[in-house]
């Protein structure tokens, strides 16, 4: 799990931005580190966000991203009737179940942003009023990718420190073997 950046050497800009997605995944995947099904599905803040939701939409928005640039159609289709549903556990959808589906789209992902024949191949997008008018590039996406997992990535810090006092820092650091640590 990458916890910095470290993009590859030699002016690898398809490296570059995979790593950027995967830095901003680790943000979301270490905010439910140690935490039950229950705990994770808490909403502890102002907000109506739990990490569990913002789980699995940042897994179900990045697999939506990438089926639009390979013009397929999303795995899972959201209206009206069920939007609610890409923010809270259901039926027998678990954290595990979640960091599970995750790391095939990442997988799905990094193989079409390394496979793609052009970064600034374009494809339209469908009309709707928080999508662009106009067509968007791989590239695009693959920085969209980055925006949008960094800012639930910010939710998600708000709302683990909410829950038991723990910081993106304590979570590196804990990750990594170094409970303890000070780093302030």
């Known amino acids: 799990m990458v916890t910095h950046v470290s993009a590859e050497a030699h002016g690898d800009e398809r490296g570059a931005l995979l790593n950027f997605i995967e830095e901003a995944r680790g943000g979301i995947r270490r905010s439910v580190l140690g935490l039950s099904d229950e705990q994770a599905s808490s909403k502890p803040s102002a907000s109506e966000?739990?990490?569990a939701g913002l789980l699995k939409h940042v897994a179900?928005?990045?697999q939506g991203w990438i089926a639009r640039a390979k013009g397929e159609p999303e795995r899972v289709q959201r209206d009206e009737s069920n939007w609610h549903e890409c923010f809270t556990l259901v039926g027998d959808e678990t954290v595990a179940s979640q960091l599970a589906y995750w790391k095939q789209v990442a997988d799905e992902t990094e193989e079409f942003i390394r496979s793609a024949p052009d970064l600034n191949a374009s494809f339209p997008l469908p009309e709707a009023p928080w999508f662009p008018k106009e067509e968007?590039?791989?590239?695009?996406?693959?920085?969209?990718?980055?925006?949008?997992?960094?800012?639930?990535?910010?939710?998600?810090?708000?709302?683990?420190?909410?829950?038991?006092?723990?910081?993106?820092?304590?979570?590196?650091?804990?990750?990594?073997?170094?409970?303890?640590?000070?780093?302030?």
């Open 136 to 184: 968007v590039s791989v590239r695009w996406v693959a920085l969209h990718l980055v925006r949008e997992i960094n800012r639930h990535a910010g939710h998600a810090d708000i709302i683990r420190e909410s829950l038991d006092g723990k910081s993106a820092w304590d979570l590196v650091a804990e990750e990594r073997g170094e409970s303890g640590q000070s780093w302030g």
């Open 60 to 62: 179900e928005t990045e």
């Open 49 to 51: 966000l739990s990490l």
